[in-house]
Each structure stands twice: as C-alpha cells, then as structure tokens.
C-alpha cells in the first residue's frame, strides 16, 4: 500500500467516526437519519451494456426525503475536482437511484480536509464539509 492510498484509507476512517459532526455541518443534526455505505459489483444491464462496479464512501438517508451521498477525498490542499472524477461522481449517483429506485432528492456531499477548490467542476457539489467540521464540538 502506497502512502497515498494509505492517507485516504486514514481519512476516511475519521469521517467514519465524526458522522455526527458532518450531521452538524450539513444542518442536519436534528433530523433522523440512516447512516450507511453501498457498493455494488459489475454487471451487464437488460440492453447488454456493461457497468463497472463502484461504491459511496457513506449514505445519510434522511428523514426529510434527502439524501445525502458522501465522496470522501483526502487531499494536502483543497481537493481539486476533474473531469473524470466528475464523471464518477455522476456515475455513482446514477447506479444508486438505479439500483434503489429512490424518489428522494439527492445532494452530492464532498468531505475533504481542506475544502473544495473553485472550478469549472465545483459546482456539480451541493454540500462540502472540511476536517475543520470534524473537530468542532
């Protein structure tokens, strides 16, 4: 395992156990919610197309009809948004309601220690919590 990977793997981890402080920087801390995770492997659709396996970092599934999908990045400075990660992003989202058939509205929630860096991409971002979030009380 490269260091990379490593500090990802780490960051993730302290989300992990700070979901109740992004909760909290997302305004819903009052609000019920399930927590969760969700992956899924390849498979080939009733048209005979072929879609790669993924998964979301973490799910809040909230009372409100929301939901929130959680892509967790770790990053020295602001986390830098591509095309292609983009392109992942939306993938991810729509394997999810594909998958759930959620009628739920669906907010794209980036977790990454130094926040978000503003570009032609950053947009595509509803919500973004910062490890700044995870440590307040």
Same mark, same amino acid.
């Given at each position: 395992?490269?260091?990379?990977?490593? &500090?990802?793997?780490? +960051? *993730?981890?302290?989300?992990?156990?700070?979901?109740? &402080?992004?909760?909290?920087?997302?305004?819903? !801390?009052?609000?019920?919610?399930?927590?969760?995770?969700?992956?899924?492997?390849? +498979?080939? =659709?009733?048209?005979?197309?072929?879609?790669? @396996?993924? &998964?979301?970092?973490?799910?809040?599934?909230?009372? =409100?009809?929301?939901?929130?999908?959680?892509?967790?990045?770790?990053? $020295?400075? /602001?986390y *830098?948004? $591509?095309? =292609?990660?983009?392109?992942?992003?939306? !993938?991810?989202? /729509?394997? +999810?309601?594909?998958?759930?058939?959620?009628?739920? @509205?669906?907010?794209?929630?980036?977790?990454?220690?130094? @926040?978000?860096?503003?570009n032609?991409?950053?947009?595509?971002?509803?919500?973004?919590?910062?490890? $700044?979030?995870? +440590?307040?009380e």
């Amino acid at each position: 395992m490269d260091i990379s990977t490593w &500090q990802g793997y780490a +960051f *993730e981890q302290v989300c992990l156990h700070h979901i109740q &402080q992004i909760k909290r920087k997302l305004g819903i !801390n009052g609000i019920l919610s399930n927590v969760c995770t969700y992956s899924w492997p390849a +498979f080939t =659709d009733r048209n005979g197309k072929n879609h790669r @396996g993924g &998964q979301i970092d973490l799910i809040l599934d909230r009372g =409100d009809k929301t939901i929130n999908l959680c892509e967790m990045k770790y990053a $020295d400075g /602001e986390y *830098e948004l $591509d095309a =292609d990660e983009c392109a992942k992003m939306q !993938n991810r989202r /729509e394997m +999810f309601v594909r998958r759930t058939d959620t009628t739920k @509205g669906i907010q794209m929630t980036m977790v990454t220690p130094c @926040g978000l860096k503003r570009n032609k991409y950053w947009g595509r971002v509803q919500k973004v919590v910062t490890a $700044d979030d995870l +440590f307040k009380e």
